[in-house]
Structure formats: C-alpha cells, structure tokens
Antibody, heavy 121, light 106 residues
C-alpha cells in the first residue's frame, strides 16, 4: 500500500521560497501508471491543485501559480518536491502531496497527511 | 479553467437521512468527475471516481451519478461517521479543479 509523507519548514518568510518534499513508499516515482501531485488547502477553504509531475521531468502547473512553481523528482530517494517562490500570506495553507492514477481521468487515490505551511515574518 | 460549483455549501442532517450533494461543471466533462470525503484535520479520501464508480472499501450507501455538467453524490442512509466535508473534482483537463466543498453537519 502506497504511503506519502510531506516534509519541510512549517514557517516561511514573505518573499522567500517554500520548499517541500514528499517521500513515497510502496510505489515508485518512476511509475508509468501514476502521476505525483501537490494540492493545497487554506484554512477553512477548498482544495487547490498546484501541479503534477510524471516520471522524470514531465510537468503541468496551475496557471495561477505557474510562474512561481517548480516540481522535481529524485529517483534515488523515491521523492518528489515542490518549490514555490516569492511567497505571500496568501500561500499559507496545508500542503498535500498525493498520487493520482491516469486511467480514465486523473484520480487522486492516495494522499499524504498534509503539512501546514505558514507565511509570516 | 473549468469551474466546479457545489451546492449546498453546508447542510444539516440526521442519522438515517438520505443526503444529496450537487456538483456542476462550467463545461461538459463527460464522466470525468470524482468525489472525496474529508474529515477535520485529515486528508481527503477518494469515494467515487468516473462519476459513479465506488472506490474499493467505500460503503455501498454512497453512490454517484451524472454526466456532462451535472453530478450528484447520494448517501442513502447517513451514518455518524459520514459527517464530513465532501469535495467534487473534475479530471477532464488540467488544471484539475475542485468544488468549494459541502459540509455535512448533524
């Protein structure tokens, strides 16, 4: 059974870069049947898709964040990562890493527990 | 982006009630629609995918229907453990988009 675990700083200063890593167990980030994605949720609000990465290097980002987002994969550690630059208070949220299948649409079938990132000086 | 609109945003119900939640897409998405349940402080959990297919392990009191732009999640007999927030998500095209969520309260 796949498990995902987010890690990274819980507090980031405005204008700095948010960096999170997701460690995957029970599956491979080089899987050809799954994509790896980041989703966030501000407190009391809905879910926002940030982007996805597929095997090595193929990415799609939410246009609303595209200029600030980079995702990457480390196959040696079976991890994938998120970088979000120039953060503001509006980026404060719980960040989830997740796995999605791509058979018949993009179906997010496994989620990490989530990590709260607060943007504040 | 495809806008997803859920209604109601919240509802009050009792154990044993039949509950329906609606999700409307801003354009046709065929049956590329998924439903998730989220409990406080927890990650969402997949309930239904492709509009009507129950995820393995999900109780049969949950069902989904719809195609095109209009979709419905039904809980046939609400149980205590079903009090949660429900989210729809279109998987037709990137960027993936979610509805605003429906909170089911006692």
């Amino acid at each position: 059974q796949v498990q995902l675990q987010e890690s990274g700083p819980g507090l980031v200063k405005p204008s700095q870069t948010l960096s999170l890593t997701c460690t995957v167990s029970g599956d491979s980030v080089t899987s050809e049947t799954h994509i790896w994605t980041w989703i966030r949720q501000p407190a009391g609000k809905g879910l926002e898709w940030i982007g996805r990465i597929y095997t090595i290097g193929s990415t799609n980002y939410n246009p609303s964040l595209k200029s600030r987002v980079t995702m990457s994969v480390d196959t040696s550690k079976n991890q994938f990562s998120l970088r979000l630059t120039s953060v503001t208070a509006a980026d404060t949220a719980v960040y989830y890493c997740a796995r999605a299948s791509v058979d018949g649409g993009v179906i997010v079938d496994s989620w990490g527990q989530g990590t709260l990132v607060t943007v504040s000086s | 982006d495809i806008q997803m609109t859920q209604s109601p945003s919240s509802l009050s119900a009792s154990v044993g009630d039949r509950v329906t939640i609606t999700c409307r897409a801003g354009q046709s998405i065929s049956t590329y629609l998924n439903w998730y349940q989220q409990k406080p402080g927890k990650a969402p959990n997949l309930l239904i995918y492709a509009a009507s297919t129950l995820q393995s392990g999900v109780p049969s009191r949950f069902s989904g229907s719809g195609s095109g732009t209009d979709f419905v999640l039904t809980i046939s007999s609400l149980q205590r453990e079903d009090f949660a927030t429900y989210h729809c998500q279109q998987s037709y095209i990137f960027p993936l988009t979610f509805g605003g969520g429906t909170k089911v309260e006692i």
